[in-house]
């Protein structure tokens, strides 16, 4: 019989020994896969597993292919919690974890969650003074513009408008104190304000410096 060292022995007895530790378990896992309604994948829900044998929740997030799971837990029984924003939240209860073992959770199907939010109603009357805008303006429709003492021109609508004046400065009118000569007028977005009509200019002093126009004389037109 082959006889080895006495160290040789000691040498093998600690390495059976940690062997024997390292192949030793002492958790378990959960897995799982989560899809939707229609059969897709539910990406980017929140899982939260809980139980008696953790302290505390243990959460992951599912996956682009709805694909979750959580490792290294202590052998036990657990509840899984399941939530989105766009389903209803799911609970799975009572799902036991082994020893060395993973705990496969089937397609788990998740319905998809409505919100049905409260009907407004607002009984508040608007102020005839608004003290937020500097906005005005007026609706009126084809009959009642047919039936009002006016030219048929769009410059004599805006005279019905408020804080709108009679102007005597060769425009039908001003407004909120402006000279009619001021004003501009807009179509659809299209500036349709006769450039003969619109002679105030805006002076800008030739040491401004803006684009690189030092030193040069720009002038701007102004806008009523």
């Given at each position: 019989?082959?006889?080895?060292?006495?160290?040789?022995?000691v040498?093998?007895?600690?390495?059976?020994?940690?062997?024997?530790?390292?192949?030793?378990?002492?958790t378990?896992?959960?897995?799982?896969?989560?899809?939707?309604?229609?059969?897709?994948?539910?990406?980017?829900?929140?899982?939260?597993?809980?139980?008696?044998?953790?302290?505390?929740?243990?959460?992951?997030?599912?996956?682009?292919?709805?694909?979750?799971?959580?490792?290294?837990?202590?052998?036990?029984?657990?509840?899984?919690?399941?939530?989105?924003?766009?389903?209803?939240?799911?609970?799975?209860?009572?799902?036991?974890?082994?020893?060395?073992?993973?705990?496969?959770?089937?397609?788990?199907?998740?319905?998809?969650?409505?919100?049905?939010?409260?009907?407004?109603?607002?009984?508040?009357?608007?102020?005839?003074?608004?003290?937020?805008?500097?906005?005005?303006?007026?609706?009126?429709?084809?009959?009642?513009f047919?039936?009002?003492?006016?030219?048929?021109?769009?410059?004599?609508?805006?005279?019905?408008?408020?804080?709108?004046?009679?102007?005597?400065?060769?425009?039908?009118?001003?407004?909120?104190?402006?000279?009619?000569?001021?004003?501009?007028?807009?179509?659809d977005?299209?500036?349709?304000?006769?450039?003969?009509?619109?002679?105030?200019?805006?002076?800008?002093?030739?040491?401004?410096?803006?684009?690189?126009?030092?030193?040069?004389?720009?002038?701007?037109?102004?806008?009523?």
């Open positions: 019989m082959l006889s080895l060292p006495r160290t040789w022995c040498a093998l007895i600690l390495l059976l020994l940690a062997t024997a530790v390292s192949a030793q378990q002492t378990g896992n959960i897995e799982g896969h989560l899809v939707g309604e229609d059969g897709k994948p539910v990406q980017f829900a929140n899982v939260v597993v809980s139980g008696p044998e953790l302290q505390g929740n243990r959460g992951v997030m599912t996956t682009s292919e709805g694909y979750f799971g959580v490792f290294k837990l202590p052998a036990g029984i657990y509840t899984v919690t399941i939530s989105h924003v766009s389903y209803s939240t799911l609970k799975v209860e009572k799902v036991v974890v082994a020893l060395g073992k993973t705990t496969t959770l089937k397609k788990l199907a998740m319905s998809t969650q409505v919100y049905e939010a409260e009907t407004i109603i607002i009984t508040d009357t608007r102020p005839m003074l608004d003290a937020t805008t500097t906005d005005i303006g007026a609706n009126l429709t084809a009959k009642e047919g039936d009002l003492p006016l030219d048929r021109d769009y410059r004599n609508i805006s005279a019905l408008l408020p804080m709108a004046n009679q102007s005597f400065l060769g425009d039908e009118v001003n407004f909120s104190g402006a000279t009619g000569m001021e004003n501009r007028y807009y179509v977005g299209v500036d349709v304000t006769d450039p003969g009509r619109v002679p105030k200019r805006t002076e800008v002093p030739h040491r401004f410096e803006a684009a690189g126009l030092t030193g040069q004389r720009l002038t701007v037109d102004g806008l009523g």
